[in-house]
């Protein structure tokens, strides 16, 4: 028989009650968490907000970095709490993962502040829920200094030679350029806003949309270029020599496709769309803007000239140029932050030149084959002063380009080939009637090219004053060198001999000689095209400082 339920096991009645308690405890317990939960949100909110404020306070104040991101801490509510500071450089680099743009380094150096913040929140019901009744809170923010630089690298004119300038820019035009002194004098003096030359030459293609950047992924013709460049020479209220200058240089130039990105790098307002103007200044001489060009131009063009400089102890010479490329992602100019670069374009000379001799010598042949790497100048800090932006400061770091030089022949083949070094075979300095040959090798390099920072005032900044990097007599040393260990090989009738101790001490001598009129002869040259050996020049157009901002 089975037992008879209970009556009480039977009765229902009060479950309700039951089970409201019970849920009433989770319900109040869920309520409690979500108390606490969205004060720590509320109060991680405010601690970043104050992370923020001291990160942009200290890179705002980056001598007093420490002090001025603790003050604004304590002003937000977070006394006795020391924030973490680290100041470093910030590149704005998009390849990079913004979490790795900030990179710590030294106070003298930096453009950026990193400031993190160690806090607690306190909970309401954390005891009976967690154990505890805190939460740490870590929060961290990246602020940079706001401040853009316009800067530029080349090498200066040693002299307005208007011969070699036709010559050279012909060649590398592939047309016939014939100015004279004061032309280019009127180019050198008139100096045009690169934005407005982009402007225009959106304007004769055409574009009516875009951007900088998408305008200069463009090729077009170097007629058009310089067409736009006489444009904007016309807004600057150009002289009317300068504007018939480039107006005839324009008109002469081939339709052949370049690619102008190696120009101009408009960088951070690459955005903009042609007709708008940053603020910051990006203007440079028309001639430096031709000459630029012409190095673009030339995709590899070999300039081939006949010199005629009157130089005492040169009977005749003539040169071969070749430009090559620049380094990827850089241009001749650019507008950018802290870690933006600029570089010349690599190039090879080839000088033939024939120097007056001595005694029973008339003359020696000399062929010199020159490599340069490319120079770059890096923009390495920016201070910005407040309130007075009088006592702002720029500074570049500059790398000439290293030097590779031959006395010898070379293949015309392998004097074009950027991608290999040149070795030069022995070169025939003299032939007298097949009787007397001699023939020299020599070799000499630079390679220990390091970077020299050069610091720019606000005032030497509005004045765009040039500043040289190198040595002037670089060329004249790498020549002595170059002469003072060349490889003499004379032979008597096809014969290597000892000759009598007259042909070979004799050819040392006028080597030795030669060394000071090939150093003028090579610096006035190449100083025509913006080329210059164990040198670079670099100049800053323009500053701009917005203050600071938060970037991470």
Same mark, same amino acid.
């Given at each position: &028989? ?11 009645? $009060? ?29 991680? /909110? ?21 002090? %001025? ?10 006394? $006795? ?25 030294? %106070? ?24 505890? =009744? ?17 800067? *530029? ?16 820019? @012909?060649?590398?035009? $592939?047309?016939?350029? @014939? ?28 574009? +009516? ?17 310089? %067409? ?7 807004? &600057?209220?150009?002289?009317? /020599? ?22 101009? =790098? ?19 001489? *028309? ?5 630029? &060009? ?51 374009? !690599? ?35 920016? +201070? ?46 003299? =032939?007298?009637?097949?009787?007397? #040959? ?25 004045? !765009?004053?040039? #500043?040289?990097? $190198?040595?002037?007599?670089? +060329? ?43 150093? !003028? ?32």
């Amino acid at each position: &028989m089975r037992p008879r339920p209970t009556r009480f096991a039977n009765d229902t009645r $009060g479950s309700i009650a039951v089970l409201a308690a019970v849920m009433m405890a989770v319900v109040m317990a869920i309520a409690a968490l979500a108390i606490d939960t969205g004060k720590v949100f509320a109060d991680r /909110r405010r601690a970043q907000g104050a992370t923020d404020l001291a990160a942009i306070a200290a890179v705002s104040d980056l001598g007093n970095a420490a002090r %001025a991101a603790t003050a604004t801490v304590a002003r937000n509510q977070f006394n $006795g709490v020391t924030p973490r500071v680290e100041l470093g450089i910030y590149l704005a680099d998009a390849a990079v993962p913004p979490a790795q743009r900030f990179k710590p380094g030294a %106070a003298g150096t930096a453009n950026a502040a990193r400031v993190t913040l160690q806090s607690l929140s306190t909970l309401a019901f954390g005891a009976a829920l967690l154990g505890r =009744d805190t939460v740490a809170i870590t929060t961290q923010a990246v602020a940079a200094q706001s401040a853009f630089a316009t800067f *530029a690298i080349g090498s200066r004119l040693v002299s307005l030679d208007g011969g070699v300038l036709n010559a050279l820019l @012909s060649s590398l035009l $592939g047309t016939s350029i @014939s100015l004279s002194v004061m032309d280019y004098q009127a180019l050198l003096d008139t100096r045009v806003d690169l934005f407005d030359t982009m402007s225009a030459l959106a304007t004769r293609l055409n574009v +009516t949309g875009g951007s900088y950047t998408s305008l200069l992924a463009t090729s077009t013709s170097s007629r058009n270029v310089i %067409a736009a460049l006489t444009d904007a020479a016309r807004l &600057m209220n150009a002289s009317s /020599r300068a504007v018939s200058a480039l107006t005839t240089i324009g008109q002469a130039l081939p339709t052949d496709a370049v690619s102008i990105a190696a120009l101009i =790098d408009p960088g951070v307002y690459g955005t903009l769309k042609p007709g708008e103007k940053p603020r910051v200044s990006a203007t440079a001489s *028309a001639l430096d803007i031709l000459t630029a &060009m012409a190095q673009i131009a030339s995709a590899r063009r070999q300039a081939d000239i006949a010199l005629n400089l009157g130089i005492p102890g040169i009977v005749s010479a003539s040169l071969s140029v070749l430009i090559g490329e620049r380094p990827q992602g850089t241009s001749w100019i650019t507008v950018g932050a802290a870690g933006a670069q600029v570089s010349t374009a !690599q190039a090879r000379v080839l000088l033939r030149a024939q120097v007056l001799g001595g005694g029973s010598i008339a003359s020696v042949t000399l062929p010199i084959i020159i490599t340069l790497a490319p120079a770059k100048a890096v923009l390495g800090a920016l +201070t910005c002063g407040y309130p007075d932006r009088a006592t702002s400061t720029a500074r570049l770091d500059v790398t000439p380009g290293v030097v590779d030089a031959w006395i010898g022949t070379v293949s015309t083949a392998s004097f074009a080939d950027f991608t290999n070094p040149v070795t030069a075979s022995p070169a025939t300095l003299l =032939d007298v009637l097949g009787l007397v #040959k001699a023939t020299a090798r020599a070799h000499a390099a630079v390679t220990n090219m390091t970077a020299t920072p050069v610091s720019f005032s606000m005032s030497e900044i509005t004045a !765009q004053t040039r #500043k040289t990097v $190198g040595t002037t007599d670089f +060329t004249r040393s790498l020549l002595s060198s170059l002469l003072a260990d060349t490889q003499l090989s004379v032979s008597l009738l096809g014969i290597n001999a000892l000759l009598p101790d007259t042909t070979t001490p004799l050819l040392r001598t006028i080597l030795a000689n030669a060394a000071a009129p090939l150093d !003028q002869l090579l610096v006035r040259v190449l100083g025509t095209l913006g080329i210059s050996l164990g040198q670079a020049d670099v100049w800053i157009t323009g500053l701009r400082c917005d203050g600071a901002v938060l970037v991470n």
